[in-house]
C-alpha cells in the first residue's frame, strides 16, 4: 500500500458496514449430511483468557483494562463488552480494523477537555482494515483515540469508543490468524494468493470465504485477477469443515456456473481452506459435481533443481561435483559474457545481459536474438508466458515488455521518470511484477498487478502494494515466494537482509557485508542466496549467514 498520511490513517480506522446476505432455497439433488459448521472448527493453539471489569475502577482503569480485553475475540470480544454501556456494547464494531502498536513503546492515557473523557495516545506500526488486509507503516504513525464514560450502577463504563481494536505485536499474533485467499490469473493456469487477517475463534474461515466471494481485492476489479464464482453469490447457512472435506453452502446465483466455472470455484475454495475435499450446495443440496477436464491450477510454482551460477567462463547449476552445464544454453550464456540471466522454469529459455549490455533470449534449439539493444539495461526478467521485461536503470519510465521474437509491447504504468530501476523481477505466477526503486525520496518496494490481454501480453500495470523498507540504498530484490519478496538494502555501513510478507508483517533477516545480488531457489527463506564479493551466502538461523563455498560472479534468477 503507499505510504499512510495521518489523514489516510484515520479513514482506514472509519467504521466500515459490511452485510453479507444468507442463500435462496432452490430444490436439487439430493441432501449432503454435513459436519460441524465451519465456525466451529475454528480456534487457535493458544487463547488470551481476558478479565471484566473490578468493582470500584476508575476511568483511568476501565480504560486500561479495556485495551487488554480486547486481545481476547471470544465470543465476539464478550469480555471487552462488558466494558462498554449496553448502547455502545452494541454499537461498537471491533472487525473495522486492527492497529499494531509500535514495539517496545507504551501507551498514555491522559484526560481530554470534555468531562468524564479521557484520550489513548499510542505509536502504530501496522494495520489490518475491515477487508482483513495487513499494512505494516513505513514509519511509525502517532494516534490518538477519544473514549467517553458514564456510570452504570455506580460503576464507571465506556459510553463512547471508537470502532476497532490496538494490540501489541505478540497479542496481534495470538488474537489474528492468517487466511489466504485464492483467485486465478487470467490463464487460469495458476493461484494467486491474497493474504488476510481475521480474529481468531471470531469465525475466520467463515470470514475467508465470504471475502472470497466478496472479491473485494482491487486486483480482482482492474482485471489482475479472477474469481471463478459468478456475480453476487453469498455464503448460505448450512457450510461445515470436517478433516480433509468441507462442504461449502452458496447461494442460488452458483447454479449460473457451467462444469468449468464450478471445477474452478472448487479448486478456489479447496486452497483458501486448505481442504482437499470440497462439496458446494445450495440451499443444503450438492451441486452436481461433473469433471470439466480441465488441469488443476498450480498454487505455489515453486524453483526446482540447485542454485544456477556464472563464474565468467562457466554457467549452470552448483553441484557437489562443481558446475554442471545446461543443455545449450550454458555455452550461449558464456560466449556472451553475460552478467545476469533469467532462466525460464523448464531451463530451456533464457533472458540475459550480455557482455555488449544488450539484452538477448536464447531458447533450446534456436538462435539468440537481440530483445533490447537500448543503453544502461537493467537485468531483465523472463515472465511464464515467455515475455521478456527490459529497462533503462537511470529511468524507471523505460520499462517494456518484448515477445521472444524481438517484438515490442509497450506497458502502461505510472513508474516515475524521475527514479531508477535497481531491479524487476516478474512472479512465477505472471501476475505481479516486483520492482524496486530509487527515488529523490529514498528507496521504494512496489508490486503492480500485471494485466494482460489475449495471448497474455502485458499491457498495463496497476496501482502498487508499497512494502516499508528500510532508509538507505537499494541493492537487489528477488520474490521468496508467492507471498512473500526479499531486499538488500545498504543501510549506513552494513547491508540488510529483509523479508516482506505481502499483507503480513515484515521479517529482518540479519546482514551481509558487501551483499550485491539475492535470489531464492525455493519458495521461503531458506532458498535465499546472497552473493557477496564473488562469494555465495545461505542463511543460518533466523539472523545470521556463512558462506556455501561457492564462487560466483553473478546468479541466474529461475523463474
Not at 10 to 17: K, R, S
Not at 161 to 181: D, I, K, N
Request: glycine share 8%; aromatic share 8%.
Amino acid at each position: 500500500m503507499p505510504k499512510f498520511s495521518k489523514g489516510a490513517y484515520l479513514a482506514l480506522i472509519a467504521v466500515v458496514a459490511v452485510v453479507l446476505t444468507g442463500c435462496v432455497g432452490v430444490p436439487m439433488a439430493s441432501e449432503v449430511q454435513t459436519g460441524p459448521r465451519i465456525d466451529e472448527q475454528d480456534g487457535a493453539q493458544y487463547e488470551i483468557v481476558a478479565s471484566g471489569p473490578v468493582a470500584g475502577s476508575t476511568q483511568e482503569q476501565i480504560l486500561t483494562d479495556f485495551m487488554n480485553a480486547v486481545r481476547s475475540p471470544s465470543r465476539d470480544y464478550s469480555v471487552a463488552r462488558e466494558f462498554l454501556t449496553g448502547a455502545m456494547s452494541e454499537a461498537w464494531n471491533p472487525a473495522a480494523s486492527a492497529t499494531v502498536r509500535e514495539r517496545d513503546k507504551l501507551p498514555t492515557i491522559a484526560p481530554a477537555t470534555d468531562e468524564d473523557s479521557l484520550t489513548y495516545s499510542f505509536s502504530a506500526q501496522a494495520v489490518v482494515d475491515e477487508r482483513g488486509i495487513y499494512s505494516e507503516l513505513r514509519s511509525p504513525v502517532s494516534q490518538t483515540l477519544a473514549f467517553e464514560f458514564e456510570r452504570v450502577g455506580g460503576e464507571w463504563r465506556i459510553s463512547t469508543a471508537p470502532p476497532g481494536v490496538v494490540l501489541t505485536l505478540s497479542g496481534f499474533e495470538v488474537s489474528f490468524e492468517e487466511q489466504v485467499l485464492y483467485y486465478f490469473d487470467p490463464s487460469f493456469a495458476y493461484l494467486i494468493p491474497d493474504t488476510r487477517w481475521f480474529a481468531v475463534r471470531e469465525s475466520s474461515q467463515t470470514r475467508a470465504i465470504q471475502a472470497l466471494l466478496v472479491a473485494d481485492s482491487a486486483w480482482v476489479q482492474q482485471g489482475v485477477v479472477l474469481t471463478a464464482f459468478p456475480p453476487s453469490t453469498t455464503l448460505g447457512t448450512t457450510s461445515s469443515l470436517t478433516s480433509g472435506r468441507a462442504v461449502v453452502d452458496l447461494s442460488s446465483e452458483a447454479l449460473a456456473a457451467n462444469n468449468v466455472a464450478r471445477d474452478r470455484m472448487r479448486q478456489q475454495l479447496a486452497a483458501t481452506l486448505h481442504t482437499p475435499i470440497v462439496l458446494i450446495t445450495v440451499d443444503g443440496r450438492e451441486l452436481p459435481d461433473t469433471t470439466s477436464g480441465q488441469n488443476a491450477a498450480v498454487i505455489e510454482p515453486g524453483s526446482a533443481g540447485p542454485l544456477v551460477v556464472g563464474t565468467g567462463d562457466e554457467f549452470g547449476f552448483s553441484t557437489s561435483d562443481g558446475l554442471s552445464a545446461i543443455t545449450e544454453l550454458s555455452d550461449v550464456v558464456t560466449a556472451a559474457g553475460a552478467t545476469a540471466v533469467a532462466l525460464s522454469a523448464d531451463r530451456l529459455s533464457a533472458a540475459y545481459r550480455a557482455g555488449d549490455n544488450a539484452v538477448y533470449f536464447a531458447s533450446v534449439g534456436v538462435a539468440p536474438r537481440v530483445i533490447d539493444s537500448r543503453d544502461e539495461l537493467v537485468a531483465p526478467s523472463l515472465d511464464p508466458f515467455r515475455f521478456v521485461w527490459s529497462a533503462q536503470g537511470a529511468n524507471a519510465a523505460s520499462l517494456t515488455t518484448f515477445a521472444v521474437d524481438g517484438t515490442e509491447h509497450p506497458v502502461q504504468s505510472a513508474l516515475p521518470a524521475d527514479s531508477q530501476i535497481v531491479s524487476l523481477d516478474v512472479s512465477r505466477d505472471g501476475a505481479r511484477l516486483l520492482v524496486y526503486l530509487s527515488t529523490p525520496s529514498g528507496p521504494q518496494l512496489l508490486v503492480y498487478g500485471i494485466v494482460r490481454q489475449q495471448g497474455n501480453v502485458p499491457v498495463q500495470l496497476v496501482e502498487p502494494v508499497a512494502l516499508p523498507v528500510p532508509t538507505g540504498v537499494a541493492i537487489d530484490a528477488a520474490w521468496v515466494g508467492t507471498s512473500s519478496v526479499a531486499t538488500l538494502t545498504a543501510v549506513d555501513d552494513s547491508v540488510e537482509v529483509t523479508a516482506y510478507n505481502l499483507g503480513g508483517p515484515s521479517q529482518d533477516l540479519g546482514t551481509v557485508d558487501g551483499a550485491s545480488q539475492i535470489v531464492t531457489t525455493g519458495s521461503n527463506t531458506d532458498g535465499l542466496r546472497v552473493l557477496s564479493e564473488g562469494e555465495v551466502w545461505r542463511p543460518q538461523g533466523s539472523q545470521a549467514w556463512v558462506r556455501t563455498g561457492l564462487d560466483a560472479s553473478f546468479m541466474a534468477v529461475q523463474q
